[in-house]
């Protein structure tokens, strides 16, 4: 029965967007506009069996000007729940367990300026038709050259 329950897992994390993070590590992440896509992902999550101190608020996110910046995701060994920056690919715990105030601070680190400055012409484009608009891209940058 573990084994067809495996079967399934894998089966269902193949429909799923896989992004590295910064530190190499193998995250799904949980696209808010493909209901079929959250609810594999809801499965996932699910049977890792996480605990967290509060529930993870998967579908609460596009109050903060900053949230442009993120996807929802989780650590694919871990299932840890988390958000992942799009510039840098930097993994940040989920906003549901502390609050969004270091997803503005983490735009400011100095790693993430250095990875926004070296943006590929190939990857500015993808950013700014994606998530990302241009004006947002133009001002973080113009905050990392002071």
């Avoid at 579908?59 to 510039?87: A, D, K, Q």
């Amino acid at each position: 029965m573990s084994s067809t329950m495996s079967d399934i897992q894998s089966l269902n994390t193949t429909f799923l967007e896989v992004m590295i993070s910064s530190k190499n590590e193998r995250v799904f992440i949980r696209d808010l506009s493909d209901l079929t896509i959250q609810i594999i992902f809801d499965a996932w999550w699910a049977s890792m069996n996480v605990s967290s101190k509060r529930p993870v608020a998967w579908n609460n996110s596009r109050c903060v000007p900053s949230w442009r910046f993120y996807l929802h995701c989780g650590i694919e060994e871990t299932g840890s729940p988390g958000i992942i920056c799009i510039v840098c690919h930097q993994v940040l715990r989920h906003p549901s367990e502390h609050g969004t105030s270091s997803m503005g601070k983490h735009l400011l680190a100095e790693a993430h300026i250095a990875k926004l400055t070296k943006l590929t012409e190939s990857e500015d484009t993808e950013l700014t038709s994606s998530t990302v608009d241009e004006t947002a891209l133009a001002i973080l940058k113009r905050q990392g050259s002071r």
